[in-house]
């Protein structure tokens, strides 16, 4: 399965963004999704991941509560829904995808990428 992230960008603290993960490949819906994020000098981290059914959902401590993963299996396109942003969330946001599970956190599990997309908050 390929991976393609998209929709990061500038946002004030507070604000809010939508991230997207489009998958090309029918067998997107057999994985759990998963979005990682990197900031500069910092190793990549787990943020939330969503289960091949779609029923469950895991997310780290430091975005419970304000990001919420979701997918749609039409569209072949999982997202990641940040609200109330904090300038420590600033980094690139990778998604990801693999079958081993929905609480598979580290990103050596993982083994379909997507190339990055930038968010940056300002406060």
């Known amino acids: 399965v390929q991976l393609q992230a998209y929709g990061g960008g500038l946002v004030q603290a507070g604000g809010s963004l939508r991230l997207s993960c489009k998958a090309s490949?029918?067998?997107?819906?057999?994985?759990?999704v998963a979005w990682f994020r990197q900031a500069p000098g910092k190793e990549r981290e787990f943020v939330a991941s969503?289960?091949?059914?779609?029923?469950?959902?895991y997310y780290s401590n430091s975005v419970k509560g304000r990001f919420t993963i979701s997918r749609e299996y039409a569209k072949n396109t999982a997202y990641l829904q940040m609200i109330s942003l904090k300038p420590e969330d600033t980094a690139v946001y990778y998604c990801?995808?693999?079958?081993?599970?929905?609480?598979?956190?580290?990103?050596?599990?993982?083994?379909?990428w997507g190339q990055g997309t930038l968010v940056t908050v300002s406060s």
């Open positions: 990801a995808a693999q079958s081993r599970g929905l609480y598979t956190t580290s990103a050596s599990m993982y083994g379909y």
């Open positions: 490949g029918h067998s997107f819906r057999s994985y759990t």
């Open positions: 969503i289960s091949s059914t779609g029923d469950d959902t």
